[in-house]
């Protein structure tokens, strides 16, 4: 079993930046693939960025590449969203998420992870 809590969540003016955090309980948190997801309001949930369990191989949607870096720090049991010149568009509730299968395949459908955070809410203005 997996906990996951996001933080790191605000307010935030067009090309600005925010770092998201997602602490996770228990020992296995190493051998998981991660990832970041998102949803805004009125809109099916949306892949943004996964990373394998290494740290060594990471996957992003087409709509932040560029511009969002996930990262991982399996000693502090945390996984990180890194976003930059963010956009009024990439507001919306983000979500970690945890892929307990131990596939080689970064997965970018929600139906592949099986831990939630709760979320945390990023708004940017225009």
């Known amino acids: 079993q997996v906990q996951l809590v996001e933080s790191g969540g605000g307010l935030v003016q067009a090309g600005g930046s925010l770092r998201l955090s997602c602490a996770a309980s228990?020992?296995?948190?190493?051998?998981?693939?991660m990832g970041w997801f998102r949803q805004a309001p009125g809109k099916e949930r949306e892949f943004v960025a996964a990373m394998d369990w290494s740290g060594g191989r990471t996957y992003y949607g087409d709509s932040v590449k560029g511009r969002f870096t996930i990262s991982r720090d399996n000693a502090k049991n945390t996984v990180y969203l890194q976003m930059n010149s963010l956009k009024p568009e990439d507001t919306a509730v983000y979500y970690c998420?945890?892929?307990?299968?131990?596939?080689?395949?970064?997965?970018?459908?929600?139906?592949?992870?099986?831990?939630w955070g709760q979320g945390t809410q990023v708004t940017v203005s225009s």
């Open positions: 998420a945890a892929d307990a299968r131990g596939s080689w395949i970064i997965s970018s459908s929600t139906y592949d992870y099986d831990y």
């Open positions: 228990g020992r296995t948190f190493s051998d998981y693939n």
